[in-house]
């Protein structure tokens, strides 16, 4: 049996925000469809950057990324939202003066479709939601916010999801519920790339993960390996801890 096509395939790229200085080295992952793949590392190690440069944010100096066979790179995001991909950022993520249905509904401004059906899939996935649809999303809860944020994502039935520190910020209780929601919407067909502090939470969930530093991929494997590979204990389950 031939092995499946990869969904999204990074492949040597080198990005940063200034000319001339590139903060990922020559970054290459794979991300095969269905998958949760965790990219984990220290602060500064290039983690946000490349979502962003996946995500048409950042535009690669050098290097390709192709996602469903075929390249992205120098994309931008609207037409990469249409191609099936949606990016959750760590901050400003949703419309804080907006109540939560109309920020559901502003999720699925590409989509030429009745949105009740969506709207009710995501109540259904995620019951504080719809408790508070009426509410301002500006009023709620940090948890609340995220789960909003992958909520207004899932409007576009994306293929593939990018989450940018879904836990950053929050109280224990709150990650492991936001943890939750993100194993469910990866059991439900959605591949997932959680870039991500909480080190131990991520690879335990995660098929399979990589590691970043200093811009580069040093350690890849099964998200059990990485987590019981001595060396990157050593480097980085000490800090994921303390998250």
Not at 21 to 37: C, M, T
Not at 63 to 71: A, V
Not at 221 to 228: H, I, K, S
Request: glycine share 10%; net charge neutral.
């Amino acid at each position: 049996m031939n092995d499946p096509a990869p969904l999204l395939e990074v492949e040597n790229v080198y990005a940063g925000y200034i000319k001339d200085l590139n903060i990922l080295q020559g970054v290459s992952i794979k991300v095969y469809p269905g998958e949760l793949v965790a990219i984990i590392g220290p602060n500064g190690a290039g983690k946000s950057t490349l979502a962003k440069a996946v995500f048409g944010l950042l535009t690669p100096n050098q290097g390709k990324i192709n996602f469903k066979g075929e390249s992205i790179a120098g994309l931008k995001s609207d037409q990469i939202v249409r191609q099936g991909m949606c990016y959750v950022p760590q901050i400003s993520n949703v419309f804080p003066s907006l109540t939560v249905e109309e920020n559901l509904e502003m999720g699925a401004f590409v989509r030429d479709v009745s949105l009740q059906p969506l709207k009710d899939e995501i109540f259904a996935k995620f019951p504080r939601l719809a408790e508070r649809r009426r509410q301002r999303a500006g009023t709620l809860s940090g948890g609340e916010r995220q789960m909003l944020a992958m909520g207004k994502a899932l409007m576009l039935q994306p293929s593939l999801l990018l989450l940018d520190e879904p836990s950053a910020a929050l109280s224990p209780i709150l990650v492991n519920s936001v943890f939750e929601q993100i194993k469910q919407i990866n059991q439900s067909g959605t591949a997932i790339v959680l870039v991500e502090q909480n080190v131990r939470k991520a690879l335990e969930m995660a098929d399979r993960g990589y590691v970043l530093e200093a811009g580069r991929d040093r350690f890849e494997g099964r998200g059990a390996d990485l987590l019981n590979n001595p060396k990157v204990g050593e480097l980085y389950l000490g800090a994921g801890k303390a998250h």
